[in-house]
């Protein structure tokens, strides 16, 4: 009786859950949205994956450094071209800084340089033989040089102030030609002196001053030929319009070759 009863609830309850199971597998799924957004928002993701490593490939071979280079000879090449239409070529708009420079610096060292180196004037006929006074040497203009500066009166003139090397050699020559020359140098000693001077101008006054000054007291040997040479040299401030001349003892006994005997200077730094 008591199992009579038990079997129609279990019946009943089975019933139930196979209802609630039929009922769970019939309701809707997804929709054919959701799938679409998901599918795209991968699609996005995948090309911009994409896109960052192209763009990271391209910039470890070089390529938009190439890009650039080549937009700068673009424009390196439309300014020579512009150059040609206007006038001479720049070389250096091609070049590197540094050699650039060192072009700016060829051309300066190229540019002229106040210089001169004139010989002595011959026939020398300065003074008397005996005679011991101080003369100024004349220098011959035309078998010299000459740049930027000039000569007159035995004087070299300053055109551009700076820095100068000043030089001067003359050389005396005594040749024993009877007893009489043996007179005019006594025991057989003689003072020979060389002086450079600076001829300043200044308040329409001329005032000359001893640069340098060098010599020696000799004595003559007893046979044919004597000669001796005195060379000085130094750097000195000049301005224009300074002159610059050169004075011996003895103007006599100088020796009349062009190679022996000669002045200069030349500028070396403003």
Not at 10 to 16: A, C, M, P
Not at 20 to 38: N, Y
Not at 148 to 175: N, P
Request: hydrophobic share 35%; charged share 25%; with cysteine.
């Amino acid at each position: 009786m008591a199992s009579a009863d038990y079997r129609p609830y279990l019946h009943e309850h089975r019933s139930d859950m196979e209802g609630d199971h039929v009922r769970t597998h019939a309701g809707p799924g997804p929709g054919p949205t959701c799938r679409a957004l998901v599918l795209g928002a991968l699609a996005i993701m995948g090309l911009l994956q994409v896109a960052s490593s192209v763009a990271i490939l391209l910039h470890l071979t070089g390529y938009l450094h190439e890009v650039d280079f080549s937009a700068d000879y673009s424009s390196i090449q439309q300014t020579a071209v512009e150059d040609i239409q206007s006038g001479p070529i720049r070389a250096d708009a091609l070049r590197d800084p540094r050699k650039r420079d060192r072009a700016k610096c060829q051309k300066h060292q190229r540019e002229p340089v106040p210089s001169a180196h004139l010989p002595i004037m011959v026939p020398i006929n300065y003074v008397k033989k005996g005679e011991i006074e101080v003369t100024m040497i004349q220098w011959k203009e035309s078998h010299g040089h000459l740049q930027k500066m000039r000569y007159h009166d035995g004087r070299l003139l300053i055109e551009e102030a700076g820095l100068y090397s000043v030089y001067a050699k003359t050389c005396f020559r005594y040749y024993e030609e009877s007893n009489t020359s043996s007179e005019y140098l006594q025991d057989g000693s003689t003072q020979l002196i060389q002086y450079i001077y600076h001829e300043k101008h200044t308040q329409n006054t001329i005032k000359p001053i001893v640069l340098m000054k060098s010599g020696s007291t000799k004595r003559w040997k007893n046979h044919f030929y004597n000669m001796y040479c005195e060379q000085q040299s130094g750097i000195f401030t000049l301005k224009e319009g300074d002159g610059l001349f050169v004075k011996v003892s003895n103007s006599w006994l100088l020796d009349p070759d062009p190679e022996g005997s000669y002045f200069g200077a030349f500028k070396i730094s403003n």
